[in-house]
């Protein structure tokens, strides 16, 4: 559950964005990247529904605003150098705009592995 904002001096790049990974947090699933500005992450602390910044139309956007497809944020971490940012969410609905569940369902090649887990997109067990 989100608290009070923790100042992890996060570090933009120069134009101001930062890359946020959204993942779902029981499943450990990595569902979408994209950017954060930081007004975007203030409204993502303030409201609990992940908010992002679109390059191509230089907007905000409200994940989910009109499709009802929201990313309900539980926690908010940064990697060890605080540029890039993770969201462990809940989805409420598909996380890609084709229907999918995640973003990442179109596989480059595949690797075999006997121990490699079973469907698309994971990453690991979720963090919780």
């Excluded at 996380?95 to 469907?119: I, K, L, M, N, Y």
Aim: net charge negative; with cysteine.
């Amino acid at each position: 559950m989100l608290g009070k904002r923790i100042d992890t001096s996060v570090k933009y790049n120069e134009q101001g964005l930062i890359p946020a990974i959204a993942q779902d947090s029981v499943t450990g699933e990595v569902l979408m990247v994209a950017y954060m500005n930081q007004e975007a992450l203030a409204l993502t602390i303030e409201s609990k529904h992940a908010w992002f910044y679109s390059r191509s139309r230089q907007e905000l956007w409200h994940k989910g605003a009109t499709s009802g497809n929201i990313l309900v944020v539980e926690r908010i971490l940064t990697d060890c150098d605080a540029d890039t940012i993770l969201l462990l969410v809940r989805p409420k609905g598909p996380a890609c705009h084709t229907g999918e569940r995640s973003c990442f369902f179109q596989e480059v090649v595949e690797v075999e592995s006997e121990t490699r887990p079973r469907g698309v997109g994971y990453v690991g067990p979720g963090i919780a």
